[in-house]
């Protein structure tokens, strides 16, 4: 059993989590885009806290609309990393979107980032489609990934 505990972000977070997009992604999403995501019909965002009641150190942002969710945003700290805590993260994650009613999950990564394809193939999510040039930073293309859940 994992050590970490998943929990829901509160607005107090939102600061925080900015600056781990900022850290993590070279696209970061801003307070607005983190609070939305949050706030908005079927959102969710879990956090997990280095210490009870410390700051977040990683997060996931999802969406539920109908029987489909998607995985908006995954990070963790890059001095966090390799201690199981996106897994625990997206096991919350998996378990809220089940909860919602939603059976099948997506979620879009940069093809370059092999630490993200394994991580999520080590959970069963399968690569289904490309979209040439989808992110702006670097004109990248992006992997888009499923799961039934
Ligand atoms: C991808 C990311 C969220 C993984 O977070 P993490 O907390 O380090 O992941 P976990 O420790 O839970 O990893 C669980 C398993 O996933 C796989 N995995 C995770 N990171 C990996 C990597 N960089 N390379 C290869 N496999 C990896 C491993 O099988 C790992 O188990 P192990 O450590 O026992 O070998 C993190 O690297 C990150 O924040 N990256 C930048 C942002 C990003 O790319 N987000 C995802 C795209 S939406």
């Known amino acids: 059993m994992s050590r970490w505990r998943a929990e829901i972000a509160a607005a107090s977070d939102l600061e925080r989590l900015a600056d781990l997009e900022s850290l993590c992604f070279a696209e970061p999403w801003g307070r607005e885009s983190l609070a939305a995501a949050a706030g908005g019909a079927g959102g969710g965002s879990l956090i997990v806290r280095a210490t009870e009641g410390g700051e977040p150190i990683g997060y996931l942002c999802y969406r539920i609309a109908a029987d489909e969710a998607e995985i908006l945003r995954l990070a963790v700290h890059p001095d966090w990393r390799r201690r199981g805590i996106a897994a625990r993260l997206l096991e919350e994650g998996l378990r809220r979107i089940r909860a919602g009613g939603a059976r099948r999950v997506f979620l879009e990564t940069q093809s370059a980032n092999a630490g993200a394809r394994s991580f999520y193939r080590s959970f069963g999510f399968q690569e289904i489609a490309r979209r040439r ?7 990248e293309d992006a992997v888009v990934l499923t799961f039934h859940a």
């Open 133 to 139: 040039g989808y992110y702006r930073a670097g004109g």
